[in-house]
């Protein structure tokens, strides 16, 4: 079945520890994003890439990064840089990035903090 | 800025009856593209429907469809029928660029039997 996971479903993350969300998607897309969302709130957007080997900020990237080396992986990483991590956090996948495409979502991420 | 407002946090419709909830934008974009999205209690956001902004035609997609009113800048969702499955938060989003979706903070639809 084609389509996009993430992993773990829930984290615990220690004060001063660096954490890594998982993303992998068998859609072949090109485009990748990550999303935090926050109760009462809509998505918004930490991450995004459009090809392999890049990508661009989002509105709240201040304490994240990313990488993609592989098409299929977009891994997510919480540093302790960001102060308030706890939230649930959102893959997702589009053909090719541009406005036109339908962005498909993974089943998230909650992130917790002890 | 773009900007997307649900005003209506929480709507609640009785089963197989029908149930609109409302969603205004702020563009000074021609091309754009909105969507709604459902977000049920598994939390994964799945696609309900999506329209073009140079299409006049109002998209439908089964049992829900939309009102595009481009002047007004307001994409309604109507769902019809109403089954206790719809129960969920429905997010309406925008989208211009490639770079990002711009999410509404969501209405939660309960569904009575």
């Known amino acids: 079945d084609g389509g996009i996971t993430q992993s773990p479903k829930y984290l615990f993350r220690k004060e001063g520890q660096n954490v890594t969300l998982s993303c992998e998607q068998n859609?072949?897309?090109?485009?990748m994003y990550w999303y935090r969302q926050d109760p009462g709130q809509g998505l918004r957007l930490i991450y995004y890439s459009q090809i392999v080997n890049d990508f661009q900020k989002g509105d709240i990237a201040e304490g994240y990064s990313v990488s993609r080396e592989k098409k299929e992986s977009f891994p997510l990483t919480v540093t302790s840089a960001q102060k308030n991590p706890t939230a649930f956090y959102l893959c997702?996948?589009?053909?090719?990035?541009?406005?036109?495409?339908?962005?498909?979502f993974g089943p998230g991420t909650r992130l917790l903090v002890l | 800025a773009q900007t997307v407002t649900q005003s209506q946090p929480e709507m609640s419709v009785q089963e197989a009856e029908t149930v609109t909830l409302s969603c205004t934008y702020d563009?000074?974009?021609?091309?754009?593209?909105l969507f709604w999205y459902k977000q049920p209690p598994s939390r994964q956001m799945i696609l309900v429907i999506r329209q073009e902004a140079y299409k006049q035609q109002n998209a439908t997609e089964n049992r829900f469809s939309v009102n595009f009113q481009k002047a007004a800048k307001s994409f309604s969702l109507k769902i019809s029928d109403s089954q206790l499955g719809d129960a969920a938060m429905y997010f309406c989003?925008?989208?211009?660029?490639?770079?990002?979706?711009?999410f509404g903070t969501g209405t939660r639809l309960q569904v009575f039997p």
């Open positions: 859609l072949n897309h090109d485009a």
């Open positions: 989003a925008y989208s211009f660029n490639t770079d990002k979706l711009i």
């Open positions: 563009t000074s974009e021609s091309d754009y593209y």
């Open positions: 997702a996948s589009s053909q090719g990035g541009t406005n036109r495409e339908t962005q498909y």
